[in-house]
């Protein structure tokens, strides 16, 4: 993917065999200017890599570790320790990220994340960043119903019910942004009866629908289900997104260049403005892109 904009990270996801060296893809950032990284979770020789690299970081606290977290303050104080204090004059972090789309994947530990994202708020004050980091968790567009349009868009009763309407609180009490993953790709394969190809994963126009592509509209729709719940004065940050290369008749390498060249382009125009935006909608400070 190309590298021009500063509104662009890139997910190091370390699933997987054979992976290059942590040195090779801090290079690899390096060299196509690519300064934000999402890590899912602390991986210390990533973090020896990152050193002096001036790369802003998201740093996740797994899923599975989200009930020690939440169940005591000084669980989510050694982490902070370990894992940030300890280099926090090599690298610049920028978010805490306390679990990520856990109402799909572990939505038995859903009630841990307000706790921990409590105690990990507290952690990171008390070490003094402040401002510096903030703490949020990342949803997932299956988190929402109602969709078509944007703006009839709402948190699923279940999800609200979970705990999410305190989380968004807590957001709002401490001026972070909700984390979304957002995936085009998703929306398209489950519906390519209704969505167009170009709609999904480029950024032309479709007479029939007023935003340019599938990506802004979903956006969109994380604020508008804010709004409804008390979440008017956050910001939306896309924490990932992706579209696949193989696996069926659409996960092809054409169609993921058309999406990789596209968040570039839509992030810039929503670092400026929203663009079906209403007087809550502010920036996407970050895209990240896996």
């Known amino acids: 993917m190309g590298a021009g904009t500063q509104a662009i990270g890139v997910c190091y996801g370390m699933s997987g065999n054979n992976l290059p060296h942590p040195d090779e893809v801090i290079d690899l950032y390096k060299r196509n200017n690519i300064q934000k990284m999402r890590l899912y979770a602390p991986n210390e020789s990533v973090l020896e890599a990152l050193k002096d690299s001036s790369i802003e970081l998201m740093l996740g606290v797994?899923?599975?570790?989200?009930?020690?977290?939440?169940?005591?303050?000084?669980?989510?104080?050694?982490?902070?320790?370990?894992?940030?204090v300890r280099y926090k004059d090599s690298i610049k972090f920028k978010f805490v990220v306390v679990g990520n789309q856990v109402s799909r994947t572990h939505p038995n530990d859903f009630k841990y994340i307000l706790p921990a994202?409590?105690?990990?708020?507290?952690?990171?004050?008390?070490?003094?960043?402040?401002?510096?980091?903030?703490?949020?968790?990342?949803?997932?567009?299956g988190d929402l119903t109602d969709t078509y349009p944007p703006s009839s868009s709402i948190f699923k009763p279940q999800v609200l019910s979970a705990g999410m309407r305190e989380i968004i609180f807590f957001l709002v009490q401490t001026r972070a942004p909700l984390l979304a993953n957002v995936y085009p790709f998703f929306a398209y394969l489950h519906n390519q009866r209704d969505i167009k190809p170009e709609y999904a994963f480029t950024c032309q126009s479709v007479n029939q629908v007023d935003y340019q592509n599938l990506f802004d509209?979903?956006?969109?729709?994380?604020?508008?289900?804010?709004?409804?719940?008390?979440?008017?004065?956050?910001?939306?940050?896309?924490?990932?997104t992706g579209w696949p290369?193989?696996?069926?008749?659409?996960?092809?390498?054409?169609?993921?260049?058309?999406?990789?060249?596209?968040?570039?382009?839509?992030c810039?125009?929503?670092?400026?403005?929203?663009?079906?935006?209403?007087?809550?909608?502010?920036?996407?400070?970050?895209?990240?892109?896996?």
């Open 268 to 290: 810039e125009v929503w670092k400026r403005h929203s663009k079906k935006a209403s007087k809550a909608h502010r920036n996407i400070p970050i895209c990240n892109v896996r």
């Open 62 to 84: 797994p899923n599975h570790e989200l009930q020690v977290v939440a169940k005591d303050q000084n669980n989510a104080s050694k982490w902070v320790k370990r894992y940030i």
């Open 245 to 266: 290369n193989s696996g069926d008749s659409i996960s092809t390498s054409e169609n993921a260049r058309k999406y990789y060249k596209k968040p570039h382009r839509t």
């Open 217 to 240: 509209a979903m956006v969109d729709s994380f604020y508008y289900a804010l709004e409804k719940v008390g979440g008017r004065s956050l910001d939306v940050v896309v924490s990932e």
């Open 117 to 141: 994202m409590r105690n990990m708020y507290i952690a990171v004050q008390t070490a003094g960043f402040h401002d510096q980091i903030k703490v949020s968790t990342a949803v997932y567009s």
